[in-house]
């Protein structure tokens, strides 16, 4: 190889060992930029807060109840006062046999001005406690059978019916009702049913056969748990055991004498707030476990391409160092050319 031809060779791979240090800073320039690209995303990961599922104790309460007759009084508030006494609030519930109830629906026919179910007409109750005609009470199978003491007396208890289902039913408006009295053939008592004249002539009846196109509903006479709110109570008193829970209470009757009722001590869950908060930590787990799946995907793409980014670099290490060893050994071929030259003449 001449002189200048290994002067060209020379400069050529000069040129081109310094393209490849260029291209191997750029490269690690841009994993430098991956890897706080990186470092932001674990960032991220570590500024998250994990969701925490709601423990049921949160939602469970002591409650103190306790009886009076056929009453169950649950405490809802109890106040301490500066004299050792208490300001006591709490609910008092019972059973009321003999108020007025939904019953099942029922499908009326209609026969001119005259409504039936089956074979029996309903009537209108006379909230003047007014007795109904011969005839209706001769085709009542329920009237039929009572004597006029007896009809006085049923009477009066529709005109109490009325004021009933009024009371509950029509925001204490008047309205007029019909009745109709079914018999139990097991014990032979008579249930009243009643139906809201409103909604029985307001129905649409079949042109065919009468028949109401809709159910019609309903009411009659039975059990209903009942309750009312016994708001601030003074001059309680009650007693602990040795643990702190409160064992009894005493609370002044009209008179102002106390009265002592032993406490009966239960915990209760707000199932319905517990499982809203249950609802709402699966969709806060859900919004944070797909929030890591993005991340940790995004991550994975930027390790993958530090990761080509770290292939290329070898490969440009390992062009460069046999950019090297050819350059030595073009330098050396050089260094003999000079050599050879200049020694020509001695």
Do not use: H
Not at 150 to 164: R, S, T
Request: with cysteine.
């Amino acid at each position: 190889m001449g002189m200048a031809a290994s002067q060209a060779r020379f400069l050529g791979l000069t040129a081109r060992k310094t393209n490849l240090e260029y291209e191997g800073q750029q490269i690690n320039q841009q994993r430098t930029a991956l890897s706080n690209q990186s470092a932001n995303y674990y960032n991220d990961l570590l500024g998250m807060s994990v969701p925490v599922p709601p423990s049921v104790d949160n939602y469970t309460k002591t409650v103190y109840s306790f009886e009076d007759g056929a009453l169950t009084n649950t405490i809802t508030s109890m106040i301490a006062n500066p004299n050792g006494n208490y300001t006591v609030s709490y609910l008092r519930q019972w059973v009321d046999d003999f108020s007025a109830v939904s019953a099942a629906t029922s499908v009326i026919t209609r026969n001119g001005a005259t409504y039936s179910i089956g074979a029996t007409d309903l009537r209108i109750m006379s909230d003047a406690g007014t007795k109904p005609n011969d005839t209706v009470i001769k085709n009542d199978p329920y009237l039929s059978t009572l004597e006029d003491d007896q009809l006085d007396g049923l009477m009066k208890e529709e005109q109490a019916y009325i004021q009933l289902l009024n009371d509950k039913y029509n925001g204490g408006q008047d309205a007029d009702w019909y009745v109709r009295y079914v018999q139990d053939t097991t014990t032979g008592e008579w249930t009243p049913y009643f139906y809201k004249q409103q909604d029985v002539t307001n129905a649409q009846y079949s042109d065919t056969n009468g028949a109401s196109l809709s159910n019609i509903p309903c009411y009659t006479i039975g059990s209903e748990q009942k309750q009312e709110e016994v708001k601030a109570v003074p001059d309680c008193k009650v007693e602990k055991d040795s643990t702190g829970r409160y064992i009894s209470i005493s609370i002044p009757d009209a008179n102002g004498q106390l009265i002592t009722y032993a406490l009966t001590t239960s915990t209760t869950t707000d199932q319905a707030a517990y499982d809203d908060a249950m609802n709402q930590y699966e969709y806060e787990k859900y919004q944070y476990d797909q929030a890591i799946d993005e991340i940790n995907a995004k991550i994975e793409i930027v390790q993958a391409e530090d990761k080509n980014l770290e292939l290329r670099l070898k490969q440009l290490d390992t062009e460069q160092d046999a950019i090297s060893t050819e350059m030595d050994a073009v330098s050396k071929v050089i260094e003999k050319n000079v050599e050879s030259t200049f020694k020509t003449f001695g």
